[in-house]
Every structure is written in structure tokens, then in C-alpha cells.
């Protein structure tokens, strides 16, 4: 079994930064990509950023120039450094994966989620 730990949510405030980590751990064979998507009240669940295995990014419009998604092969981990937040970043920050594990599937993973609230 795989599974997926994020941390590094909590409160900031407005023009601040915060750093959001996600783990993946398990029977991992190879990590093809790694994502992170947000979820605030009574709105959809939203790409923030992404970075496949080549260490290709992209991001949403709203996050370019303010948000560094990267990752660490060798610990199976992600990040998401969030700098100048505002307030309408705040919402539940969900990390994604798709993993292939040693000798079974491929599986599309979510974490738990970790809430970040930008505000005075």
C-alpha cells in the first residue's frame, strides 16, 4: 500500500509565506507526477500546481509568479512554497500523485488535506 502525508498548512497572514509538503510512502516503484489542487467553501476543487517526473511545472493562472511547486526524488516528496499569499488562497490544499508500486498497479492518490487561511 502507498499513502500520501502533507503539513505545513496553518494561518498567515496577508503578503506572507508558507511551505506545504507532501510524502509519499509505501511499496513505491516510481512517482509519474505529483500535483497539488485546492478546495475553498461552496467552490470546486482547483489545480494549483503541477510537476510530472521530468520536473515539468505548471500552474494555475492565479498562483504563477507567487507559487514554486518542486519535489524530491529521493525522498518521494513534493512542495509546494507559497509566497505572498492572499486571502483568496486560503482554502483545503490537497496533494496528488499517481505511483506505481513494486510489482502491482498504478494508483492516483490523494492526501488528506491541509488547510491554509490567509488572513489578518
Known amino acids: 500500500q502507498v499513502q500520501l502525508v502533507e503539513s505545513g498548512g496553518g494561518l498567515v497572514q496577508p503578503g506572507g509565506s508558507l511551505r506545504l509538503s507532501c510524502a509519499a510512502s509505501g511499496s513505491i516503484f516510481s512517482i509519474y507526477a505529483m500535483g497539488w489542487y485546492r478546495q475553498a467553501p461552496g467552490m470546486q476543487r482547483e489545480l494549483v500546481a503541477h510537476?510530472?517526473?521530468?520536473?515539468?511545472?505548471n500552474y494555475a493562472d492565479s498562483v504563477k509568479g507567487r507559487f514554486t511547486i518542486s519535489r524530491d526524488n529521493a525522498k518521494n516528496t513534493a512542495y509546494l512554497q507559497m509566497n505572498s499569499l492572499k486571502p483568496e488562497d486560503t482554502a483545503v490544499y490537497y496533494c496528488n500523485a499517481r505511483i506505481k508500486t513494486i510489482g502491482g498497479p498504478v494508483y492516483n492518490l490523494w492526501g488528506q488535506g491541509t488547510q491554509v487561511t490567509v488572513s489578518s
Open positions: 510537476i510530472a517526473s521530468g520536473s515539468i511545472t
